[in-house]
């Protein structure tokens, strides 16, 4: 009777393994199905919030995706959606419309950045009346366009006497400017030094017919060539070197 049970039980042991093996594997299948579900609702979400944020609708938005992953993307890894999908129109009206929102996206932006920059003066003058102000990087009006069409933006460096020439060139010709110091690191007092050793009237500061400002990486990005110092105007959304 054991001699004949034996192969039964063996027999039994081979069917039953792979069914308690699935059944142990089906917990941690399950999970693995559920917490990808979840990941591509989570990241759906995210894309339909982002979309949003552009004012555009989903498929716009996994249209700009899709770019990113062509050329485009290579060319202009930052690219934000609204230029991307205008560069990219396929008809005219796509062209307007991206166009549209892109100057409505502006607009707040530089409002905003405004708003700040005023509150930003209004505690600079609270706390530190007596100090020059720096103003912040890429609140100027070099940067928003909002004062005359004349205003320059100067770019200088430390050690540099023809920067500190030119400057006060600029000073005595009575000219608006807004001044940035390439290399400061972002520290205030390498910026009101240098202006007072050129001798920057602390009154045009404050009064912001000059604006003292840290570079922030600016120079590189408009794409100006040649040495510092460099005195450059916006036109018509281009930077030019005077």
Same mark, same amino acid.
């Given at each position: 009777?054991?001699?004949?049970?034996?192969?039964?039980?063996?027999?039994?042991?081979?069917?039953?393994?792979?069914?308690?093996?699935?059944?142990?594997?089906?917990?941690?299948?399950?999970?693995?199905?559920?917490?990808?579900?979840?990941?591509?609702?989570?990241?759906? =979400?995210?894309?339909?919030?982002?979309? +949003?944020?552009?004012? /555009? !609708? &989903? @498929?716009?938005? $996994?249209?700009?995706?899709?770019?990113?992953?062509?050329?485009?993307?290579?060319?202009?890894?930052?690219?934000?959606?609204?230029?991307?999908?205008?560069?990219?129109?396929?008809?005219?009206?796509?062209?307007?419309?991206?166009?549209?929102?892109?100057?409505?996206?502006?607009?707040?932006?530089?409002?905003?950045?405004?708003?700040?920059?005023?509150?930003?003066?209004?505690?600079?003058?609270?706390?530190?009346?007596?100090?020059?102000?720096?103003?912040?990087?890429?609140?100027?009006?070099?940067?928003?366009?909002?004062?005359?069409?004349?205003?320059?933006?100067?770019?200088?460096?430390? =050690?540099?006497?023809?920067?500190?020439? +030119?400057?006060?060139? /600029? !000073? &005595? @010709?009575?000219? $608006?400017?807004?001044?940035?110091?390439?290399?400061?690191?972002?520290?205030?007092?390498?910026?009101?030094?240098?202006?007072?050793?050129?001798?920057?009237?602390?009154?045009?500061?404050?009064?912001?017919?000059?604006?003292?400002?840290?570079?922030?990486?600016?120079?590189?990005?408009?794409?100006?060539?040649?040495?510092?110092?460099?005195?450059?105007?916006?036109?018509?959304?281009?930077?030019?070197?005077?």
């Amino acid at each position: 009777m054991r001699t004949f049970l034996t192969p039964i039980l063996v027999a039994l042991t081979v069917f039953l393994a792979p069914a308690f093996a699935l059944a142990q594997n089906t917990p941690s299948t399950e999970s693995q199905v559920l917490q990808s579900q979840e990941r591509t609702a989570s990241n759906t =979400e995210l894309d339909e919030r982002l979309a +949003r944020d552009w004012g /555009l !609708q &989903a @498929e716009e938005w $996994a249209r700009y995706r899709q770019l990113l992953q062509g050329p485009l993307g290579v060319y202009s890894p930052n690219l934000d959606p609204l230029t991307a999908l205008g560069i990219e129109a396929r008809t005219d009206e796509e062209r307007r419309r991206y166009a549209e929102l892109q100057v409505q996206a502006e607009a707040r932006r530089v409002e905003k950045t405004l708003a700040y920059q005023r509150a930003y003066d209004e505690a600079w003058q609270r706390l530190y009346p007596s100090l020059q102000p720096v103003t912040l990087t890429g609140a100027g009006s070099a940067i928003t366009g909002t004062n005359s069409p004349v205003r320059l933006a100067v770019f200088v460096k430390e =050690e540099c006497p023809a920067c500190e020439q +030119r400057v006060r060139q /600029l !000073q &005595a @010709e009575g000219a $608006a400017f807004d001044l940035y110091m390439v290399g400061s690191r972002h520290e205030d007092a390498r910026i009101r030094q240098w202006a007072a050793r050129v001798g920057i009237d602390s009154t045009k500061v404050r009064e912001r017919a000059i604006t003292l400002n840290h570079d922030g990486g600016l120079w590189l990005s408009i794409g100006v060539r040649g040495d510092l110092p460099a005195i450059v105007r916006e036109v018509n959304g281009q930077w030019q070197r005077q």
